[in-house]
């Protein structure tokens, strides 16, 4: 008896002593952008990432706007930072790094919103016509304030009949988080319940959408954009007939011969948008965009430029936009993404990552050359030589960090011409390859 006391007490003094040999303080500051005065009073918690983002300690900025957490676990934590009723994310730091959290002020309604582009993919899969929306929004107000109203969020509309497949929405410094939509005013109305933070330089708020709709052979869309739009655009298969109903104004781009691409310049809630698809076909995976090359290699820094019917090396006007209609390393990305959920690694600052649904795209990456000038919607920060893990976690997130990288440097030099087919599908695989393996040893 005295030996099993003697052993339990033996146990528990070992789980103690591992636990406070793991905990790790995570302290910062809270400062509001908006006012640039520290923040107090916000509510700070520590959420685990991988127990269905579970409070595991919270605390309040003091006078100075600091926080202090205590952690303990060693999976992948966010500190989230709530002020008034915006919520803020970043992964929670180790190694004594600083956790400062910049935070706005919140208006339900704030002036300087504008979208930048709607860009609707259609294509056809068994008898259905599948849709893929995104919508990429600014926030240039000044000052600078979060645009977040829960009894109002950013409103969608999808056709008459549709089935909503997936949400999700990405912060401007952030990864892609996976929402529920939530009902609107009228048939086919859907809100997002997520702040629009204020862009952080180039980078802006994207909302994402996947449906489907029951096809017959010809098919009617009726868009509403909720707020001014410098582009729609759709794009479709080379196989698939467009049509613009009455009133509306799309015009082809044929910058990328491997898809069609028709654009609405400069349209308002209100603007007839209506179009009308006929046929099937599929979006092309591998070759998709590859044409565009040239287009991309020469894309103004400031936007969608050129606009229609200008000469041939005239910028594409959505070449920017195409990071996000790359699909052939979708797959491979999601299990990149579920890999750093499952293992204790760093979370990625800017929002909670979640595993990604299937409309989900990767986040870009500009090619080596152009790493340091960031591509928009939100290119990957380049890569600098990580010194050597000192743990589980910084082996996963520096494994991780390498694979996504050169995934995307591969994408953007086969878009720019600098990468070949034969050396793409060649440098992919071999990726693939160490990915699959990474995946098998860590599971």
Known sequence: MRSIKSACTAAALLLFSGAF??????????????????????????????????????????????????????????????????????????????????VYDVAANVEGLRIEADVIEVETQNGQLQVTERYFVH?????????????????????????????????????????TLKPGNGNGHYQFDFPIQPDEGDKDTLFQLGYHVPYSGSFTFHPQIPLAADNVAVLLPKSISFKSESGATYQSVPQDPSIQTMLAKNVGPGTALDFTVSGEGSMPREQQGAQGQA?????????????????????????????????????????????????????????PPMPAPDITRPVPRVPRAQAA??????????????????????????LLHVLKEEMFAIESEKLSGVLSPADYAEQKSALEIVLKRALQKKS
């Not at 991988?50 to 676990?73: I, P």
């Not at 409103?155 to 988080?177: C, D, F, N, Q, Y």
């Not at 287009?295 to 195409?322: C, F």
């Open 373 to 398: 000038t960031a591509a928009h919607p939100a290119a990957a920060q380049p890569y600098a030589a990580a010194p050597s893990p000192a743990s589980y976690g910084d082996h996963n997130a520096t």
């Open 21 to 102: 040999a793991h905990a790790v303080t995570v302290s910062g500051t809270v400062t509001d952008k908006t006012t640039n005065k520290p923040s107090p009073g916000d509510k700070v918690e520590l959420v685990d990432v991988q127990q269905g983002m579970a409070v595991v300690a919270t605390t309040t900025t003091d006078a100075k706007g600091h926080y202090k957490l205590e952690k303990t676990g060693a999976g992948p934590e966010l500190v989230r930072v709530t002020h008034q009723g915006g919520q803020y994310f970043i992964a929670a730091p180790e190694g004594g790094e600083p956790g400062d959290i910049p």
């Open 295 to 351: 287009a991309q290699g020469q894309a103004a820094p400031n936007g969608p430029g050129g606009g229609i019917g200008e000469p041939i090396n005239t910028p594409d006007p959505l070449s920017k936009y195409k990071w996000w209609m790359l699909g052939g390393i979708f797959l491979l990305l999601s299990a990149v993404a579920a890999f750093l959920l499952r293992k204790p690694a760093a979370a990625t600052a800017g929002g």
């Open 139 to 179: 926030n240039t107000a000044q000052p600078q304030h979060t645009q977040y109203n829960p009894n109002k969020g950013f409103e969608v509309v999808i056709p008459a009949g549709a089935i909503l497949e997936g949400a999700s929405a990405k912060r401007p410094t952030g990864m892609p988080t996976v929402v």
